[in-house]
């Protein structure tokens, strides 16, 4: 029970990558507020697993484009439980396109949705906590499109990027006040059964089970002495470099690459 006693709020948690931290954290004894856009029925289903595992659990409906929705995300969490430990901005995506066709309202949605939202939540977090004066955790989901250029993802990838950046200044501002805040890149992965793939190291993409693990060493006093830092959770996808042509031929042969 590593986070017995503490609040976690986790945005997106419907489904995938947040659903699986939301639910790994209230095994480990935490109480749960989460965020859903537009799949209510995973909402709901999230919910029940929750509570059979003993836990409160708080979720809405929310935008995360929408700073009002932002708020109301924090405030709904702490008025209804009393206080946050935890915040994990997980809720992302965005829109993409070929460089030159990207619209400016892509453009604007997808830094608002991946940067400006985690931006707004971990201030008002940290409000909170610093009021308290509690310390506490923050958990930025990036991915390894913040490390490498691939077609069609510009403005996801500098998105995250800026998500790695807005990290470590999260990390560095908040220290003095017992407020760690991480980040986790994760690589290729699937809701459900993994997949083979030449393209990983570890020959198959991952589940969101192995990214909630992540986080939850990343947000427990396991890492008491971690913060600023992006852990890439990938397989290995990123070593060696891949090339433009290699993933989206989606083989490492020519390299030399084999295993």
């Given at each position: 029970?590593?986070?017995?006693?503490?609040?976690?709020?986790?945005?997106?948690?419907?489904?995938?990558?947040?659903?699986?931290?939301?639910?790994?954290?209230?095994?480990?004894?935490?109480?749960?507020?989460?965020?859903?856009?537009?799949?209510?029925?995973?909402?709901?289903?999230?919910a029940?697993?929750?509570?059979?595992?003993?836990?409160?659990?708080?979720?809405?409906?929310?935008?995360?484009?929408?700073?009002?929705?932002?708020?109301?995300?924090?405030?709904?969490?702490?008025?209804?439980?009393?206080?946050?430990?935890?915040?994990?901005?997980?809720?992302?995506?965005?829109?993409g396109?070929?460089?030159?066709?990207?619209?400016?309202?892509?453009?604007?949605?997808?830094?608002?949705?991946?940067?400006?939202?985690?931006?707004?939540?971990?201030?008002?977090?940290?409000?909170h906590l610093?009021?308290?004066?509690?310390?506490?955790?923050?958990?930025?989901?990036?991915?390894?499109?913040?490390?490498?250029?691939?077609?069609?993802?510009?403005?996801?990838?500098?998105?995250?990027?800026?998500?790695?950046?807005?990290?470590?200044?999260?990390?560095?501002?908040?220290?003095?006040?017992?407020?760690?805040?991480?980040?986790?890149?994760?690589g290729?992965?699937?809701?459900?059964?993994?997949?083979?793939?030449?393209?990983?190291?570890?020959?198959?993409?991952?589940?969101p089970?192995?990214?909630?693990?992540?986080?939850?060493?990343?947000?427990?006093?396991?890492?008491?002495?971690?913060?600023?830092?992006?852990?890439?959770?990938?397989?290995?996808?990123l070593?060696?470099?891949?090339?433009?042509a290699?993933?989206?031929?989606?083989?490492?042969?020519?390299?030399?690459?084999?295993?």
């Open positions: 029970m590593r986070l017995e006693g503490k609040t976690a709020l986790v945005t997106g948690a419907s489904h995938g990558i947040g659903r699986a931290i939301a639910l790994t954290f209230a095994r480990e004894g935490a109480d749960i507020a989460f965020t859903w856009r537009s799949r209510e029925e995973g909402a709901l289903a999230t029940r697993e929750i509570e059979a595992l003993g836990q409160e659990v708080v979720f809405s409906q929310a935008e995360m484009t929408n700073p009002d929705d932002c708020a109301r995300a924090v405030d709904t969490a702490i008025e209804q439980l009393g206080k946050v430990d935890i915040l994990v901005n997980n809720a992302g995506g965005g829109r396109d070929r460089l030159i066709d990207l619209t400016p309202d892509d453009w604007r949605y997808t830094l608002d949705l991946c940067v400006t939202a985690p931006f707004l939540l971990g201030q008002r977090v940290a409000r610093v009021e308290r004066g509690a310390g506490g955790a923050m958990l930025n989901i990036s991915s390894v499109h913040s490390a490498n250029a691939w077609p069609n993802d510009t403005a996801y990838g500098v998105a995250k990027a800026g998500l790695n950046r807005l990290t470590e200044s999260m990390a560095l501002e908040w220290a003095r006040f017992g407020i760690r805040v991480n980040c986790i890149a994760p290729r992965y699937q809701r459900e059964e993994t997949h083979a793939s030449p393209l990983i190291p570890l020959r198959r993409t991952g589940r089970d192995e990214i909630a693990s992540a986080a939850l060493f990343l947000c427990s006093d396991e890492s008491s002495y971690v913060t600023g830092r992006t852990l890439f959770v990938d397989g290995g996808l070593i060696p470099p891949l090339t433009t290699e993933y989206m031929g989606g083989t490492r042969e020519a390299r030399g690459f084999s295993g």
